[in-house]
């Protein structure tokens, strides 16, 4: 693997993981318990639609084949995406939403953190950008799933649910692959398992706070970012996201 | 002249009868990016203080108006009754003399 398929690997990692979860959760605009969750659920999106812009117009840079940031995110098919498992499951219920917000806004701040040291400072840079969004992502995805959490029966029962399906999709966000390791060895991005160590704490307090228990397993979905094996979930996502450039291609306004 | 109404009417802090769930309303006040003052933007719904700063701070400051949030919830704001508008407010519109137009300012004062 040369160090720019790698490099170019890793940015469609960041920017795919943004794309999807940014696209699947403005499916709730509209649709949330309440107004202000529905805006506030709607300016996640939108804030993780607007790194997407930046990892995968970097990412286009870095190719070197002219691709744009909108030709990336508009037209692949689903093995060329790279995101994680975890952000392509279903909303389910609000809690569930919520719960999946959480465990992929803790990582991604773990993330951020270290990235802002990155040895590439266009990474550097985007990473300074993108943690003041994820530091208020994961305060109020954190206070929601202990406020349902630690709420009424019916809440608490549905958030553990939640936990017990979205936990195996976890383990991938931080198993190192051969790409990660490269990132890591050219120092632009941190080493994953280092990374779990600050992760762990930082769920453990807000998921024992929300009196949950986190499963006693370690099974880990994988293939998502390494694009091997997506969920049927994706494909799905992209016929929604994609229909507009796929049905009138080049459009724009 | 009658004790200051609520704004709004009371809730009981603990309801005896279970009643549907609503969330408190809250009324917000940003302090944008100039001047000192915290300006009523408008209210919302939320459980609990943090969370109507939060609200508010995804409802009201998406494009960069402020600096500054104050929630209150809406039940503790007192008002006056639009009932006694007479007593209250006419009683000054004769009362022209009540606005400091009638001084000269020296220069050396500046603007004011």
Redesign the interface.
Known sequence: MTDTTAYFEFLCRMGDNTLVLGHRVSEWCGHAPILEEDIALANTALDMIGQTQMWLGLAGEVEGEGRSADDIAMLRDAWDFRNCLLCEQPNGDFGQTMMRQFLFDAWHLAMLTELQNSSEQRVAEIAAKAIKEVQYHVERSGDTVIALGDGTAQSHERMQKALNLLWPYVGELFTPDAVDTAMAEAGIAPDLTKLRVGFDTHIGQVLSEATLAIPDSNFAHQGGKSGFQHSEHLGHILTQMQWLQRAYPGASW | MSSPNSAYPETPATQTKAKRQE?PLWEVFIRGQHGMSHRHVGS????DE??AI??A???YT?RNEGVSIWVVEARHIAASSPSEKGPLYEPSESKVYRHPTFFDIPDEVGAM
């Open positions: 969330w919302l719904h939320a459980p943090e969370m939060k609200n701070r995804d409802v998406r």
